[in-house]
């Protein structure tokens, strides 16, 4: 927290109702001349009233600190499990990305190049010629095993290495 200027800690004062009489007299005076006090002590009267608004700021119990110092040097911190459904997901990547990238290197997805002709949706085929598409079958199996390669490195990152360096972490402390 930086330090308070005067200004500042007589503004805060003032609000706090802690100025005499004749002190009070002198800051409103100065107040009425300087228009960047006349900001300040407005902020300071808008947090003042947000903080005054707030019946029930959060105590910490009187041992906070004792339990928060005894537990900085507990040789067993709480262990991070690792999810079991994260595992089994992780798992069903790698068997999905493993027989996609089988199936690939022997050429199954070959047969899946082709032309989409549009010609069937068009209903007045004599007036309107409707162009056929090329779909590379072989190039969308690649985008795919690559999108969900990089899932399952996402999958295992959140699953299993986080919660190992985590673990691994507080025990070296």
């Known amino acids: 927290m930086k330090n308070l200027s005067e200004e500042e800690q007589l503004l805060i004062n003032y609000l706090d109702q802690k100025l005499s009489k004749?002190?009070?007299?002198?800051?409103?005076?100065?107040?009425?001349?300087?228009k960047s006090l006349k900001i300040k002590l407005h902020e300071l009267t808008l947090a003042d009233a947000i903080l005054r608004k707030n019946k029930y700021l959060e105590v910490p119990s009187k041992n906070f600190t004792f339990k928060v110092l005894q537990n900085l040097h507990n040789d067993n911190p709480?262990?991070?499990?690792?999810?079991?459904?994260?595992?089994?997901?992780?798992?069903?990547?790698?068997?999905?990305?493993?027989?996609?990238?089988?199936?690939?290197?022997?050429?199954?997805?070959?047969?899946?190049?082709g032309n989409i002709t549009l010609q069937s949706f068009n209903s007045n085929k004599n007036l309107i010629k409707l162009p056929t598409i090329n779909f590379p079958g072989k190039l969308i199996i690649n985008i795919i095993l690559?999108?969900?390669?990089?899932?399952?490195?996402?999958v295992l990152d959140k699953t299993v290495l986080?919660?190992?360096?985590?673990?691994?972490?507080?025990?070296?402390?």
């Open 22 to 34: 004749e002190e009070i007299q002198l800051l409103e005076e100065t107040i009425n001349k300087s």
């Open 78 to 113: 709480k262990q991070l499990s690792v999810s079991r459904n994260g595992i089994f997901l992780l798992t069903g990547i790698v068997v999905a990305v493993g027989i996609t990238a089988f199936l690939l290197s022997f050429g199954s997805y070959d047969l899946l190049n």
């Open 146 to 154: 690559i999108a969900t390669t990089a899932i399952s490195f996402i």
């Open 162 to 173: 986080r919660p190992f360096f985590a673990k691994r972490a507080g025990m070296i402390r």
